[in-house]
């Protein structure tokens, strides 16, 4: 089994996007860790507030396989994929982590994810997987969202229930 990190986004009826996929992801993968869901501004857009939280599974699936699978929940939740990169979200699934991987394969699939340096991605990664080693840096989660220019920061929660 491999341990990965995923960070979900959405700013399109975020609650009910985010709720419908972490009891997705439950009902393939089985028991998950989930963190607190976030408000955080749009990067990169002008648009309303994203609620962004993170999941941690075990799975069996090679990445490129999760990965597919991703994407189709992302589009089942009505993913529009062929305006900008950064814009509207209905549901942004990203693989973080994917055990101890390092990879820059074919489109966007980079593991670790670059992403990884906003704190909307690492602040709730470090919630649910504190002694998670990077493989890049060699450091635990905790350590690098202590690190971050944004730790110590006040981070509004939100409830995913209806």
């Not at 009902?27 to 501004?41: H, M, N, Q």
């Not at 990879?103 to 992403?115: D, F, H, S, V």
Request: net charge neutral; hydrophobic share 45%.
């Amino acid at each position: 089994m491999t341990t990965v990190l995923l960070s979900l986004g959405s700013n399109l009826q975020p609650q009910q996007h985010l709720r419908a996929a972490v009891q997705a992801l439950r009902a393939r993968f089985g028991a998950l860790r989930v963190s607190p869901t976030y408000r955080t501004a749009a990067v990169g857009f002008e648009g309303p507030d994203f609620l962004n939280n993170a999941v941690a599974l075990q799975t069996t699936l090679p990445l490129e396989a999760l990965d597919t699978w991703l994407h189709a929940l992302e589009d089942a939740h009505g993913r529009d994929r062929s305006g900008p990169r950064f814009s509207d979200r209905t549901l942004d699934i990203d693989v973080v982590y994917y055990g101890d991987l390092v990879q820059a394969g074919p489109g966007n699939l980079r593991i670790p994810r670059p992403e990884l340096k906003h704190a909307f991605v690492l602040k709730p990664l470090a919630d649910i997987a504190p002694d998670f080693i990077d493989p890049v840096s060699g450091l635990p989660l905790q350590a690098m969202w202590r690190a971050h220019p944004q730790f110590g920061q006040h981070f509004q929660t939100l409830p995913l229930a209806p």
